[in-house]
């Protein structure tokens, strides 16, 4: 079932997959061939999921972009990955696709662009493509081929696009167990997760491989989202601790019900003890994930685990993933001690778009996190804070180091930082730090008109802004954004 603010549907996995080998015979036709790059730029929403299978059965990869994402993003996604077409819609709310594409520079855009909606200047429609025949034969990439790169913010400020194959895909859809008293095709999903990101697109494969019933929102909406848990029954939901926040106090006002929920998996972002003690209060067992675009389920709370561990630890590895912590040597150290995460399994993705390995994993094969963390004695993995300059807002990794740049550019702006002050709801917001230019001053609203101006999307824009004489630095002029955070964090 597809729903959103104008109303919902119900289609098939089959209907789906028809439309899929119609759209991927007008891919072929246009040109489109294995290994060849597909960027997406959608809500979620079914044209999604199509375009997500149709590159599958072409062997091409997909690169599904963050519908939030304006022109500066899409730039530095093109000039990355290449994509030779590139499939979206005209708008969505209040987002106006054409436009972004638009001020895209010419030479930097995909050669087939295709939009639903109709036809333009440059721009082939959606339904003309679909229109073709069905593609004869599937020709899906083999295991360790790319199938997949999904961007995600580096530290640097620079996306760097994370490649999975087909082998680490299908083990991601069928390898996490869920520990529940039904079968998989009894459950009903509540699909919250945005398109654009890892679990955007190992959802609905998930659903695809192991014959699951579920209810597709095509953007976050929190009151829509529990009235349908209220009205329409789910069992299983995943999402940020924002999306059951959220829920659970639109259920306070509005006396809903959440107790059909027999598990609402929460990660991509700290998941406070309050939040899960609340839940469970409301009849909504929580049970913590942790991953990352690169390993996307990690580690996996247990939903029968007393509710003293569920609090306090995520879990244990799954799927056949594995956890080790190390200190900054490289040092693997013992339960109860704190270091660097490192992950390995067959889930992990095979490397970063133009990254030599050897930048990416240690020499013995592991994923090192930039997170810290502490594994017991029992082998349950606690987070305890983050290495990497990224601020996780709501579940999405905004770059500290980008935010800086846009806002330094500011001519009010002589120097700035950008930290994550820690939030109940969105696990960390961005404050900027500004030293400002002689006889100049600054205010939010200036500042989010000129991120719209740089092109780039609203929710990188500081939500605080704080004026100071001069940054905090060492003797040696490097800059301590630790002591720009205040004491509880």
């Not at 040092?331 to 889930?347: D, T, V």
């Amino acid at each position: 079932m597809f729903v959103s603010r104008e109303g919902r549907y119900t289609t098939t996995l089959n209907a789906i997959r028809e439309r899929a080998e119609h759209l991927a015979g007008g891919l072929r036709a246009l040109g489109v061939k294995a290994g060849d790059k597909v960027s997406t730029q959608f809500p979620l929403c079914e044209e999604a999921i199509v375009a997500q299978f149709a590159t599958l059965m072409l062997g091409a990869v997909l690169v599904p972009v963050v519908p939030v994402f304006g022109s500066r993003e899409l730039t530095r996604l093109f000039e990355d990955a290449k994509p030779v077409a590139h499939l979206t819609c005209r708008r969505w709310r209040k987002l106006d696709y054409a436009t972004s594409l638009a001020e895209i520079p010419s030479r930097l855009r995909p050669g087939i662009v295709v939009t639903s909606g109709g036809a333009g200047d440059g721009v082939i429609a959606w339904e003309d493509v679909e229109a073709a025949p069905k593609l004869e034969s599937w020709a899906p990439a083999d295991d360790d081929e790319t199938s997949l790169i999904v961007f995600t913010s580096g530290s640097t400020g620079v996306p760097k696009g994370a490649r999975h194959t087909r082998r680490t895909m299908l083990a991601e859809a069928f390898d996490v167990g869920y520990r529940l008293p039904v079968r998989d095709e009894e459950l009903l999903y509540l699909y919250t997760s945005g398109a654009g990101h890892i679990a955007g697109y190992v959802y609905p494969l998930r659903v695809l491989a192991r014959g699951m019933r579920c209810i597709v929102l095509d953007g976050w909406d929190a009151p829509l989202s529990a009235r349908i848990v209220d009205q329409d029954k789910p069992t299983v939901m995943a999402g940020l601790p924002f999306h059951l926040i959220s829920m659970l106090d639109i259920a306070d006002e509005e006396g809903l019900d959440l107790s059909s929920l027999l598990m609402a998996t929460i990660g991509g972002a700290p998941v406070a003890a309050g939040l899960v003690i609340r839940a469970q209060r409301a009849g909504v067992p929580i049970v913590k994930s942790y991953g990352l675009t690169e390993l996307p389920t990690a580690v996996l709370g247990d939903v029968n685990a007393p509710i003293e561990i569920r609090s306090t630890y995520i879990g244990r590895p799954s799927g056949g993933n594995e956890v080790r912590i190390a200190d900054d040597d490289g040092n693997i150290l013992p339960p109860g001690c704190r270091g660097e995460i490192q992950l390995r399994g067959p889930e992990m993705f095979a490397g970063y778009t133009n990254v030599p390995d050897s930048q990416i994993f240690t020499q013995d094969g592991w994923f090192p996190t930039g997170d810290i963390g502490e594994l017991s004695a029992d082998g349950l993995l606690s987070i305890v804070d983050r290495k990497k300059n990224i601020i996780i807002r709501g579940g999405e990794n905004l770059s500290a180091t980008e935010i800086e740049e846009i806002v330094g550019t500011h001519p009010s702006v002589a120097e700035a930082a950008v930290v994550g002050i820690p939030d109940d709801r969105y696990g960390e917001r961005a404050c900027a730090f500004v030293v400002l230019n002689k006889g100049r001053t600054l205010t939010l609203g200036e500042l989010l008109e000129h991120f719209i101006a740089a092109g780039v999307s609203k929710q990188k824009v500081p939500e605080y802004l704080e004026f100071i004489d001069e940054l905090p630095r060492t003797a040696t002029g490097k800059l301590r954004k630790h002591d720009l955070l205040p004491p509880a964090a």
